[in-house]
């Protein structure tokens, strides 16, 4: 299997050139400048010249914050940009693999959320997300959007690194406790999405194969529960470590709503994909491990 993966320094993206060996797969990264979701033209002959079997879109505009300063790109990149990525895909006959997020919610429920809840984002990013949503599944019925949630990984920005780095740095860090979810590995998120790409293409006709799916690591907790779990892996791996205060999401003011439910019902992907991620906390473990050496290594050897 040869995966075209849009989107090079990305999480995902770099998480899946890792993994692909192990599973005897091929990863091709394109990404910018080469390849510019917000400026699309010409996106078909790149992939063209990449061949492959399936299309990965780990490309997106995930600042958040960011988003709601500027959600015409947000939308741009998010939302047309996927379309066109699907539009393409269909016309080369490739499977589409589209990753989605919790922030589609509003976070209001009690419950975890099932794919056929009614999605109701309540910030920028969330909105331009779904916009793409409905953009890939107008575009072609030969799609999976993988919603996900609270990624993190040992690549490019994400909340284990920027507590370890903070752990540096001060001795108390304030967490929201209000906001409930599942941290993800990227690195699972790997592996996961390579069965599901197997399947999709050991089965072309299956529609119920196709469609929305739900896929995080396994368990709930909090940014702070979270939070305390990456400093006690860390000082009992002999990194940095700081105290966890938690506090209310009135108390940390941001310009982006979060939803306060971010969880996940993700058993329609094992049921239909036999898909499991492992427990949050399982999967934490080595990749604060990998950020401790690294930051250990680039100490003794600057
Ligand atoms: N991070 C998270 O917590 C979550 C992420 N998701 C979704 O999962 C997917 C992967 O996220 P993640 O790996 O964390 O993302 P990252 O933020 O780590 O990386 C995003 C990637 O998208 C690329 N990108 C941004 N804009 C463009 C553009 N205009 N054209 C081409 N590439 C672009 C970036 O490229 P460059 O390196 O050039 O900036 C970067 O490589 C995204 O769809 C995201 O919405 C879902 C839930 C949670
Ligand atoms: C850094 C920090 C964050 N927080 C809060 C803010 C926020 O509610 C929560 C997480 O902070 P972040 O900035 O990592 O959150 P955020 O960027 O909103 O993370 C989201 O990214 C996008 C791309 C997604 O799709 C989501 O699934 C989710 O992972 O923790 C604190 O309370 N204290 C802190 O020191
Ligand atoms: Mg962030």
Known sequence: MRLIVIGREGQVARALAERAPAHSVTAVLLGRPQLDLADPSGIEDLLAEAGGDLIVNAAA?????????????????NG???????????????????LSTDYVFDGVGER??????????VSAYGSSKLLGEQAVASETPNYVILRTAWVYSPFNRNFVKTMLRTAY????????????????????????????????????????LRGVFHMTGSGFTTWADFAAEILRQSAHLGGPTARVRPIATADYPTPAKRPTNSRLDCSKLTRIHGVTLPAWQTSLKPCVQRLIEEAQAQETHP
Do not use: F, K, W
């Open 112 to 121: 975890p959320y099932c794919e056929d809840d009614a999605p109701h984002p």
């Open 169 to 208: 740095e001060r001795e108390e860090i304030a967490v929201v406790a209000d906001q409930y979810g599942s941290p993800t590995s990227a690195l699972d998120i790997a592996d996961g999405l390579i069965a599901v790409g197997r399947n999709l293409l050991a089965r072309p006709d299956e529609t119920d």
């Open 61 to 77: 505009y995930t600042a958040v914050d960011q988003a709601e300063a500027e959600p015409d790109l947000a939308n741009a990149i």
């Open 80 to 98: 047309v940009g996927a379309g066109v990525l699907a539009g393409v895909a269909a016309s080369m006959g490739m499977p589409l693999i589209h």
